[in-house]
């Protein structure tokens, strides 16, 4: 089976740098997923790594490590919009996503 | 783009009526669709896959025949929630798949459903 964890909540002031991290365990793998999700709203797609190593995508970035099951979304000179729920959902062998329970970030001045 | 888009966003309707929430892709192709339930303060939990042409596949614990699916073209899907109650209340999000992709979800907008 599958199972990911990931932090319930965290929190972190405007300005400065977070670090979420995912761990998953499964049997089948076709990548890993970051998603945001502001309080009300549906998720929007943030990254996707299916290869180990560092993507950057601006203020975001996302890091996958396949041999130890790990993965981090990290945010940069944070801002308050990026208060949000952040999810990360892992593609199994059938590409059907795995999500897990997601991280609520809040951020303070 | 891969824009999703859905509708209504918000539906109130007395227990026992129907109701019926659109999905569409606009800019692309969807061969593969997903319908989700979140609850407050919970995780998405998918409900069911829904292939065109073809019938959906439905998550252990939902009943096929109370949210009925239908997924007639490439850019269009629907889910009915028949005969609803006041626990089905929830937040549907539909999310769409490129056709011949097999990575990113693109999620609609959410429809919020509250049943009196």
């Known amino acids: 089976g599958q199972n990911i964890d990931q932090p319930t909540e965290m929190t972190a002031t405007e300005g400065a740098i977070v670090q979420i991290n995912c761990t998953y365990q499964?049997?089948?793998?076709?990548?890993l997923f970051w998603y945001q999700q502001h309080a009300g709203e549906a998720p929007t797609f943030l990254s996707y790594?299916?290869l180990d190593g560092l993507e950057e995508k601006g203020r975001f970035s996302s890091f996958l490590s396949r041999s130890k099951g790990y993965s981090y979304l990290l945010l940069k000179e944070l801002q308050m919009k990026d208060s949000a729920s952040y999810l990360c959902?892992?593609?199994?062998?059938?590409?059907?996503?795995?999500w897990g329970a997601g991280t609520k970030l809040i951020i303070k001045p | 783009g891969a824009v999703v888009s859905q509708h209504p966003s918000w539906v109130i309707c007395k227990s026992g009526t129907s109701v019926k929430i659109e999905c569409r892709s606009l800019?692309?192709?969807?061969?593969?669709m997903f319908w989700y339930r979140q609850f407050p303060k919970q995780s998405l939990m998918l409900m069911a896959t829904?292939?065109?042409?073809?019938?959906?596949?439905?998550e252990q614990g939902v009943e096929k025949d109370k949210f009925l699916i239908n997924h007639a073209s490439l850019t269009l899907s629907t889910l009915t929630v028949t005969s609803a109650h006041p626990e089905d209340s929830s937040f549907y999000i539909c999310?769409?798949?490129?056709?011949?992709?097999?990575?990113?979800?693109?999620f609609g907008p959410g429809t919020r459903l509250l049943v009196l």
């Open positions: 999310s769409a798949r490129l056709a011949g992709g097999k990575e990113t979800q693109y």
């Open positions: 800019d692309f192709q969807a061969t593969t």
């Open positions: 829904s292939n065109e042409g073809s019938k959906a596949t439905y």
């Open positions: 499964t049997s089948g793998f076709n990548g």
């Open positions: 790594n299916v």
């Open positions: 959902a892992l593609m199994d062998s059938n590409y059907q996503l795995i």
